[in-house]
């Protein structure tokens, strides 16, 4: 963790297991969120994947070392990862802030990424994401009730649908269940806050898909579509209907979408 002697950004090692038989894939959850995010694809994923799904610092399995941490140290912590698992080189998938780190990894180490899905990112917070962030460190400091901390913490990451058909209910459940530590959201909040991807999109090599809910109103489509013209030749999928979690809210269409370019 942190650098190493030469300067070189080093990685923990998170908790992770595979799942599946075929071509090596990654996935990186968002913000607070655990390999558990990926529950309602892995079935169609790890058909034809062999999935390295893993718990990104201070989530489930894996601790909080105790200190500040950058999207950069979440891709060393991927990268670390896929060594601990064998994964020399694979397709990465990536959600919100793990889009951002997939797209770090894949700047930093083209070896290592094959091809690319970035699945509602963000270049950098903008006006309405720091607002967002003031209101999260707000919730995170009160003295409120871990529920209503964990609605606050997702209560614009999901379209209309996702709170009609119990999607949003049922990941609040599981949050409450396993909270996550107070002074970690606020570390995760401080990443967020300090995310710029704008130096590394253009180093991109790997073949990339960008996708984004038409419904997004957290990170918002147009942030979607800053990145999909930043990376080289990267193709941009609009689905529609969904916020910020496609993968949750629409997991057919996102799954159907995801392997048909990684299948290509």
Known sequence: MGRNANGEVS??????EIVGRGPE????????ADRRTWSRVLGRLS????????????TNETP?????FTADDLAADVASAMDAAGFERAHVVG?????SVAIILAARRPDRVRSLVACSPSVAPDAYLNAVFELWSA?????????AVNLGLILNAFGRGAFENGTVRAIVDEMDRHPIA???????????????LNPVMRNVDASTLVVVGSEDALTGVEQARAVGASVPGARLEV???????PHLETPMTFARIVMSFLLS
């Open 239 to 245: 689905i529609e209907g969904a916020g910020h979690g």
């Open 139 to 147: 919730l995170s400091d009160s003295k409120l009730p871990d529920h």
């Open 95 to 99: 959600h919100s802030l793990g889009a």
């Open 64 to 68: 909080d070392p105790g200190t500040a």
């Open 182 to 196: 107070r002074a970690t959201i606020k570390r995760y909040i401080e990443c967020d806050r300090g995310l710029d």
């Open 11 to 16: 990685g923990l090692t998170p908790a992770y």
């Open 47 to 58: 058909a034809r994947f062999r999935c390295l799904l893993l718990d990104p610092r201070g």
């Open 25 to 32: 894939l990654v996935l990186i959850p968002g913000t607070f």
